[in-house]
């Protein structure tokens, strides 16, 4: 008598149970939270009226006051500017000394700690600080977006020199160059690239948070809007979100001209 073979055939993909427990949660509480911080549908369709009138209301833009704009703006680009020069400027060295593939821990891990304090607070946060330390004005906005540029620039330019090959390195300490020439000749050309690009978002960045610390007081064009938006004059706020926009989309066009530049 034939035996019949039974073959059983396992699945190559293995259900992640606790992967899918762990998004089963994940949904529950999103309710939970919803539910908790009064999120509704019945306050969202009553949002998109709110705001259907809001938006009538600053139709259309009113530039009568073009040259208060302008001042405002030109104020916002300087501190964008010069927040980044000083911020990218601070950035290489310390970003060099954060990096653990070029020196020891007991170098590297002060620096770290600098960076993340750097990027712990939003730039709100930090920009009330400063207000509060040398009071109303650019001065709070541009150490402000240094901090924030030191930040971000500091550890990603840190990160790129860890994932370098240290082939080139080796080979110029192997003939007895100095410190400085193995980083010019053997760091440098390696994230040259990388850096320009990190460099060139962080103006964009900045250009967008000195719109935003003037809120509080920090320089910009961020303190005319909203003191617009405190006296009701819509019609100028549209025109001051205008403006920003085109601030912007110019930034980002010169940002794409200095990379072909550099390519």
Not at 164 to 173: D, F, G, Q, T, V
Request: net charge positive; glycine share 8%.
């Amino acid at each position: 008598m034939t035996g019949v073979v039974k073959v059983k055939h396992s699945s190559p993909f293995k259900a992640n149970w606790w992967g899918r427990f762990g998004w089963v949660l994940a949904i529950l509480y999103a309710i939970y939270a919803a539910n908790f911080l009064d999120v509704s549908w019945t306050r969202f369709v009553a949002g998109l009226g709110n705001g259907a009138d809001f938006l009538s209301e600053m139709i259309p833009p009113n530039f009568t006051r073009w040259q208060l704009l302008l001042g405002n703006l030109l104020e916002t680009v300087q501190m964008a500017v010069i927040a980044s020069v000083f911020g990218i400027l601070c950035s290489l060295p310390i970003g060099l000394c954060a990096a653990r593939n070029l020196l020891p821990n007991w170098v590297t891990w002060p620096f770290r700690t600098f960076i993340a304090l750097c990027r712990s607070f939003h730039p709100v946060i930090i920009a009330i600080l400063f207000v509060k330390a040398v009071g109303f004005g650019p001065l709070a906005g541009i150490l402000t977006l240094v901090l924030a540029s030191i930040g971000f620039i500091g550890k990603l330019f840190a990160e790129a020199i860890e994932e370098i090959s240290m082939k080139p390195l080796e080979a110029l300490r192997a003939s007895g160059a100095p410190f400085s020439s193995v980083i010019v000749y053997g760091v440098l050309p390696q994230v040259l690239n990388r850096f320009i690009g990190f460099s060139s978002y962080q103006f964009d960045v900045n250009l967008r948070n000195s719109t935003m610390v003037g809120i509080v007081g920090a320089g910009g064009v961020g303190g005319t809007l909203f003191a617009a938006f405190q006296r009701f004059d819509y019609d100028f706020l549209a025109a001051i979100l205008l403006s920003i926009i085109a601030l912007v989309m110019m930034s980002e066009f010169m940002s794409v001209q200095i990379k072909k530049v550099f390519q």
